[in-house]
Nanobody
Framework: QVQLVESGGGSVQAGGSLRLSCAAS????????MGWFRQAPGKERELVAA????????YYADSVKGRFTISRDGTKNTVILQMNSLKAEDTAVYYC???????????????WGQGTQVTVSS
């Protein structure tokens, strides 16, 4: 059983930056591709960014390309989402998830974190 704990959320003004971190424990981190999802009030959950378990392949939603960067650190069992040039529309609860690459891209994940709130004020 893998446990995922997100941190780093908060409130920031538009144009600012936040760095989300997801710490994994209880499993073999290198076995899983990792993703960051978000859900805003009244909207469907969307995949924001993902990184393959081998780390060489990434995915970004069009809405965040060029602004967000996903990375993973196998020595710390951590996945990071660096968010720059934040916009009001980035406001959402952000979730970390672990799973197999193809399924993860389809939002079918094996494990989910509890989520962390990101609020961007304009």
């Amino acid at each position: 059983q893998v446990q995922l704990v997100e941190s780093g959320g908060g409130s920031v003004q538009a144009g600012g930056s936040l760095r989300l971190s997801c710490a994994a424990s209880g499993g073999t981190f290198s076995s899983y591709s990792m993703g960051w999802f978000r859900q805003a009030p009244g909207k469907e959950r969307e995949l924001v960014a993902a990184i393959h378990k081998f780390g060489a392949t990434t995915y970004y939603a069009d809405s965040v390309k060029g602004r967000f960067t996903i990375s993973r650190d196998g020595t710390k069992n951590t996945v990071i989402l660096q968010m720059n040039s934040l916009k009001a529309e980035d406001t959402a609860v952000y979730y970390c998830a672990a799973g197999q690459w193809i399924k993860l891209l389809r939002q079918v994940c094996d494990y989910w974190g509890q989520g962390t709130q990101v609020t961007v004020s304009s």
